[in-house]
């Protein structure tokens, strides 16, 4: 059922855009989503797991199962694969505009291989400033991934990182914000 | 003070001759002549007014009416000389910055231009940058700067230019005191005395500066530049061993003691750290003139300059050793130079040297050495009576580290009368990578970051994954092997015209630089354990300087003139400027996240490069009545600093520190033949800028009281 009304949304978009009648817009059900997440600044603390299906926190005691996509902490991603988690989570690092690259690729999805060779690795994805200490998410960096249960993809990009305000001489968290559209249908088209 | 002094014209401009100069700048050489004689353009002595390449002159007289203690306060009056933070220092969020400033020229980062007392090269850089706090300005007798590649007479690190600092040579008995008194406590002391007994010439300098600092930030534990007490000290010797030959002997001592207080981190709870910096500098030089015919002279020099700094603070409630950290380089360089004038034809200068360096720091892995054998060769021709000269020179410099590299330049000038002149120069310069690039094993204990020097990068990534100071799974074998760094290398030109009549005085150039193999800061993709980077050196990029500088000078009578300089700059990195061209480089609104494609205009340049600066002159002087007023401004424009939009590069207002004007006046007047007071105020605005600019301390005051005696020499 769920197939044939996506194949029904395809279609209605297609026409739509061949048509130029007075076609009423077709609400193309794809989550897109704005969020921020607040992210241990410790290297040592556990990670935070996000669904992008649900757009929601995973809590850890389900760090074990598919349920989460990505986990953070500090400034290193892991993806639920491999050696991070029992799915088959995988990511693209493209450069571009977010809103213009609309097409996940369809090989070249690289995964957690080990703990130590992460699939996003340190440093690709930042600008250290020693001056003021941030982390500034590069420009233009747009990530596919493709999700922990390997069927769906999300295309995503960072806005900012900045820490949580704090008492005292040391940070805490980190408040990752980001966008993302999450497509249900399984394509790789957004 | 002798009335006789004060005659001669004041140089604040360097292009071209002064009208009433008459100074004997060199007892032994171009007597008589009326214009002022420069010996770094061309490593032999040359009338102002003749040299072909860009040289700025800056005379005792203008340090003096400045009334300012500072070398580098002095440097920045001039057009296209700026004085810059070391960005490292900057990064230190208004805690005292070690690393000091340094002078920018062309555009190209202190570690690019070279400074030389005496003619010779002084050790001690510290992130590249050597403290001109180390050189005294009360027994300065001339400060000349040449801009654009000079390597091929000076080597390594001449790339951007040359700043040759020429202490006082004897020429008769003169004893001179100075009483200086400036805000924060500043006190100075100077005593300078020269004298010439039948063929022996003598001159000894003592000078004391010490001040309380400053603080810009109250909020902020800790001064913004801490108390120092320096000595400065010279003894210079010259004997006439006979009618042809003359033996020079200098020794040179500095000491500076630096206080350090400030806050920092301890097992994550604030703490007080306090210690001191020494520093001390010891220099000694010989040189053998021998006249060997009329027209032909042989120089045996050699040098040995040696600076150290020790540095500590303990936290201050256990007494614990914090941060402890020790410098010591040393070089010794041995050089013969000749020399041939065939009069009113040409004049042809040859050397052969070597460079032999040594440093030991603790922040260095290891004592480590280089040794440099270099020869250079010039040859410069006067054709159509002296209308045109041209030279052409060129310097070989082999270090045990890399192959032979060659630095060639020629230069021209034409003087179609006596009021035009038209000069064009190219060079070839390059600087060889220096002991921090190789070397350098820094931690960062209040930051946490680590700077590791490309040759020991991969035993200490080693030595850091052993001890766990590693991020967990950082991946450190690409860097187990040492791929050498390569001298960094650049072609410059410079074409310029000057025009001088009895009261203007006029200058015009345009100059380009095109730099490769620049060694840079990268970023390793992984971190330290604490999370923080860890950077080391590689020869990452290409960037290209250019600009145009304009001068002039307008005497106004016999009392009032007035000069202004302008520089236009533009100084960009090759590589993000193809980044650009191929729509490669984005970046993102911090306010409204919108991510959009850079483009060649918004892309404003290197960091920490201004590209309008400027500077104007008032000058006073009434001979009769022994007064005098200097009056000069100061602009620099905006000029990169962070980057905030996620490309790191300077594109966007909010990346910049906005433009800043510094006023200073000093005025002075004799009160009796041998007594003169000077009172001034610099930073009349008092323009502050405690993150970026920690090195301006705001409006401050000073006052010097002069007493000087002259006897004239009777030989």
């Known amino acids: ?190 | 003070m002798r009335k006789k002094n004060l005659l001669f014209f004041i140089l604040v401009l360097n292009i071209t001759a002064p009208i009433f100069a008459q100074q004997k700048f060199f007892n032994d050489t171009l007597l008589g002549s009326s214009d002022p004689i420069v010996v770094t353009a061309n490593r032999s002595e040359r009338k102002l007014s003749n040299t072909a390449v860009p040289t700025i002159l800056i005379s005792k007289n203008t340090i003096n009416k400045t009334g300012s203690l500072r070398v580098q306060d002095i440097l920045q009056e001039y057009t296209g000389v700026t004085v810059v933070n070391s960005t490292l220092g900057t990064s230190l969020n208004g805690y005292p910055n070690p690393f000091g400033q340094g002078v920018q020229m062309l555009g190209l980062d202190p570690a690019y231009t070279a400074i030389l007392l005496d003619g010779e090269p002084l050790v001690g850089r510290n992130a590249g940058i050597l403290k001109l706090g180390r050189i005294a300005t009360g027994n300065i007798k001339q400060i000349e700067i040449v801009k654009g590649p000079s390597s091929s007479l000076y080597g390594s690190e001449a790339m951007a230019g040359v700043i040759n600092i020429l202490t006082e040579t004897p020429v008769s008995e003169k004893l001179s005191l100075q009483l200086h008194h400036a805000s924060n406590n500043t006190w100075g002391s100077t005593i300078s005395y020269t004298n010439k007994y039948h063929k022996t010439g003598i001159q000894f300098f003592l000078n004391r500066l010490s001040s309380n600092g400053y603080d810009l930030n109250p909020l902020l534990y800790g001064k913004t530049a801490d108390s120092f007490k320096d000595w400065n000290g010279q003894l210079k010797i010259i004997q006439e061993i006979s009618n042809n030959m003359q033996l020079l002997v200098s020794l040179r001592n500095h000491d500076s003691h630096q206080d350090n207080n400030y806050q920092i981190l301890y097992q994550n709870a604030p703490a007080i750290a306090k210690g001191f910096t020494t520093e001390a500098e010891r220099s000694a030089y010989t040189q053998l003139k021998w006249i060997i015919a009329p027209n032909t002279r042989i120089y045996f020099r050699t040098f040995f300059d040696q600076y150290t700094n020790h540095s500590f603070v303990n936290l201050e409630n256990t007494n614990i050793r914090f941060d402890e950290t020790s410098f010591n380089q040393s070089v010794v360089k041995p050089e013969i130079q000749l020399e041939k004038t065939v009069p009113e034809k040409s004049v042809y200068v040859a050397g052969i040297g070597a460079n032999l360096e040594m440093i030991n720091a603790s922040r260095y892995a290891g004592k480590q050495q280089l040794a440099t054998l270099y020869i250079f060769t010039q040859k410069e021709w006067y054709l159509l009576q002296k209308k045109l000269t041209l030279i052409a020179g060129a310097r070989l410099d082999k270090r045990t580290d890399f192959n032979i590299h060659l630095s060639p330049r020629i230069a021209v000038a034409y003087k179609p009368n006596s009021s035009w002149k038209f000069t064009a120069s190219a060079g070839w310069g390059f600087k060889a990578p220096d002991f921090r690039h190789m070397y350098l094993n820094f931690y960062n204990a209040q930051i946490g970051y680590s700077l590791l020097g490309n040759n020991s990068l991969g035993a200490e990534l080693q030595s850091l994954q052993k001890q766990g100071l590693l991020q967990t799974g950082a991946v450190i074998t690409n860097y187990r092997t040492t791929i050498p760094l390569l001298p960094e290398s650049s072609f410059g030109w410079h074409v310029g015209a000057s025009y001088h009549t009895k009261k203007i005085t006029a200058q015009w150039g345009v100059f380009r630089n095109d730099i490769k193999n620049l060694i840079d800061v990268y970023a390793l993709p992984f971190n330290r354990s604490n999370g923080l980077p860890i950077y080391s050196y590689k020869n990452i990029g290409s960037v290209y300087t250019e600009g145009i500088e304009m001068d002039a000078k307008y005497q106004i009578n016999q009392h009032w003139s007035l000069s202004g300089g302008y520089q236009f700059l533009l100084a960009k990195d090759k590589q993000v400027l193809a980044q650009i061209s191929n729509g490669q480089l984005y970046k993102r609104d911090p306010i409204t996240y919108q991510t959009t494609l850079v483009s060649t205009q918004t892309y404003f340049g290197l960091a920490n490069r201004s590209m309008h600066s400027a500077n104007g002159k008032f000058l006073y002087e009434n001979l009769t009545t022994g007064f005098d007023a200097y009056f000069r401004a100061i602009y620099r424009g905006k000029f990169g600093f962070m980057d905030v939009n996620g490309n790191n590069i300077i594109d966007d207002n909010r990346e910049m520190t906005p433009g800043y004007w510094l006023l200073n006046l000093a005025s002075s007047k004799a009160i009796s033949k041998a007594f003169r007071l000077q009172i001034g105020v610099e930073d009349i605005l008092n323009y502050t800028n405690v993150l970026q600019l920690p090195n301006i301390a705001g409006r401050t005051f000073f006052i010097n009281i002069n007493y000087s005696l002259q006897h004239n020499s009777t030989n």
């Open chain 1, 1 to 190: 059922m769920k197939i044939q009304l996506t194949i029904f949304v395809a279609a209605g978009l297609f026409f739509s855009a061949c048509n130029k009648t007075d076609v009423a817009p077709v609400v193309v059900p794809i989550v897109t989503s704005t969020q921020s997440l607040t992210v241990n600044f410790s290297s040592t603390k556990s990670f935070i797991f996000f669904s992008f299906k649900d757009s929601a926190v995973v809590a850890n005691t389900d760090s074990a199962t598919t349920k989460w996509d990505i986990g953070l902490r500090y400034t290193t991603f892991i993806l639920n694969g491999n050696a991070s988690g029992p799915g088959n989570a995988g990511v693209s690092m493209q450069d571009g505009i977010f809103s213009s690259l609309n097409t996940a690729p369809a090989t070249g999805y690289a995964v957690d291989t080990s703990r130590s060779n992460l699939a996003i690795k340190d440093g690709s994805w930042y600008d250290y400033n020693t001056t003021t200490h941030a982390f500034i998410p590069k420009a233009g960096k747009v990530f596919f991934f493709r999700t922990a249960d390997g069927a769906h993809y999300v295309k995503m990009q960072l806005l900012s990182v900045d820490y949580l305000p704090f008492v005292g001489q040391v940070p805490l968290s980190l408040v990752y914000k980001f966008q993302y559209s999450y497509q249900p249908n399984g394509t790789k088209n957004f």
